[in-house]
T-cell receptor, first 113, second 115 residues
Framework: AQSVTQLDSHVSVSEGTPVLLRCNYS??????LFWYVQHPNKGLQLLLK??????LVKGINGFEAEFKKSETSFHLTKPSAHMSDAAEYFC???????????FGTGTRLQVFP | GAVVSQHPSWVICKSGTSVKIECRSL??????MFWYRQFPKQSLMLMAT?????????EQGVEKDKFLINHASLTLSTLTVTSAHPEDSSFYIC???????????FGPGTRLLVL
């Protein structure tokens, strides 16, 4: 069965410093992977997705993620954090043969001035 | 593109009443819509999947008679919480997916408070 593990429940960075949000997945096949962001009391916004094309995926707002099959990882990065990046981030994998998204437990990103 | 709306954005109701939440895909046809529930500071829990014109498929542990889902058109799905109780208070989020794609686009959510 597919699963997703977000290794950090909270990440705090200073504005202007790099962001790294870690995600590991478990899957017996090449999965589709997504990162979504959720701002307080809002729905989820798609940041980026990986669907077996280029392993380095660029998303919106300067975020990118690299699919590493050997490490079963799909970490989210951004070179320079902005205050507006403070939010909850979810790593998501699709369940093979179904329509379902399997969500990680989320990582709350705090950005300090 | 790929905008999904929900209405209302928040609702307060008395225990025992029913509440209907609408989910609309504004600029694409959503052959499949999903309803999620999110408790404070937790991840999303899939409640049910609905395909246009078909009965919804509910996840294990979700009462289909309590959470009625209708997907009558390619742009609208509704979730009705029947005989709501305080424990139904939560943040309900829908998502929509077009034909031939796997990306789900999420609505802004509806916060339900049952008194």
């Amino acid at each position: 069965a597919q699963s997703v593990t977000q290794l950090d429940s909270h990440v705090s960075v200073s504005e202007g410093t790099p962001v790294l949000l870690r995600c590991n997945y478990s899957s017996s096949y090449s999965p589709s992977l997504f990162w979504y962001v959720q701002h307080p009391n809002k729905g989820l916004q798609l940041l980026l997705k990986y669907t077996s094309a280029a392993t380095l995926v660029k998303g919106i707002n300067g975020f990118e993620a690299e699919f590493k099959k050997s490490e079963t990882s799909f970490h989210l990065t951004k070179p320079s954090a902005h205050m507006s990046d403070a939010a909850e981030y979810f790593c998501v994998v699709t369940e093979r043969g179904t329509d379902k998204l399997i969500f990680g437990t989320g990582t709350r990103l705090q950005v300090f001035p | 593109g790929a905008v999904v709306s929900q209405h209302p954005s928040w609702v307060i109701c008395k225990s025992g009443t029913s509440v209907k939440i609408e989910c609309r895909s504004l600029d694409f046809q959503a052959t499949t819509m999903f309803w999620y529930r999110q408790f404070p500071k937790q991840s999303l829990m899939l409640m049910a999947t609905s395909n246009e014109g078909s009965k919804a498929t509910y996840e294990q542990g979700v009462e289909k008679d309590k959470f009625l889902i209708n997907h009558a058109s390619l742009t609208l799905s509704t979730l009705t919480v029947t005989s709501a109780h305080p424990e139904d208070s939560s943040f309900y989020i829908c998502s929509a997916r077009g034909q031939g794609t796997e990306t789900q686009y999420f609505g802004p959510g509806t916060r339900l408070l049952v008194l």
